[in-house]
């Protein structure tokens, strides 16, 4: 699984950069549980979780909330976030592939993007398993993409985020390599680099990964092959209306899976 080093290790400047609101995103995800299980969101775990936006957000809402992420550094930064804003939530640093909660949940989402660090079928079919082992029989996964008219085949596009928090300034320029996915494995090599300004002095680090694209269809597929998941809904957005078309933005690309 490849994943962005020199970025991810940097929490803090990642929180300047990335940092959003996400209740609409949070609302969106309770509403798709109750339409889909007929019950209110009691627990969730948040798959790749940075910061823990989401993780934070459910917390506050009363929600069970548990925050995973491969790397250290964020699982201690989002665990000292939540310290500070008094929001009770555990955290796990682990792999997206293999981890194991103390009981299940009733959601589990993967946001932003997230899964396409899993450059090999295999490993996501070993994801899928294990997402399906830590829900309840009558769960929900939730995962989010960026929309595939937005980055495509031919060109995965570029993205700029910035920020300023207490006189440092950072901004995160991905894909400025201009990568493409290769047709034979549908992955990328993508550049991404993070510029840290703080008091007229510039930091610059440069990080590269192997990112996947995900169609709808593929995922279908690989849920049925994995034996543990299927496909029960697709959306265009974070909106039960909104279905997954070309129509114009926002557009996001959304799949609920059930065991």
Known sequence: MAEYNELYARASLYDIALGRDVSREIAFVQEAFRTLAG????????????????????????????????????????????????????????????????????????????????????????????????????????????????????DYGSFRYEGVRDGVRVVIEWANNNPAYEPDTLVADVEVTLRVTEKGREQVFVDRARERMFTAPEIRALARLSGALRVVRTWGDFRLDRPLDSGPPPRKMILALRP
């Not at 976030?81 to 640093?93: D, P, Q, S």
């Not at 993967?110 to 079919?125: E, F, G, K, N, R």
Request: proline share 6%; charged share 25%.
């Open 39 to 154: 019950r209110p969101l009691g627990s969730i775990l948040e798959i790749a979780c940075g910061p823990g936006y989401h993780t934070r957000g459910f917390a506050r809402l009363g929600v069970n909330a548990t925050g995973l992420d491969l790397r250290p550094e964020m699982v201690a930064f989002a665990r000292e976030l939540a310290r500070k804003n008094g929001v009770a939530a555990a955290w796990i640093a682990a792999d997206m592939r293999d981890f194991r909660l103390p009981e299940p949940v009733d959601a589990i989402i993967t946001m932003y993007d997230a899964l396409d660090y899993l450059a090999d079928q295999d490993d996501v079919i070993a994801h899928f398993r294990n997402v399906a082992a830590n829900l309840k029989p009558d769960g929900v996964y939730i995962l989010e993409f960026t929309h595939p008219h937005d980055t495509g085949f031919a």
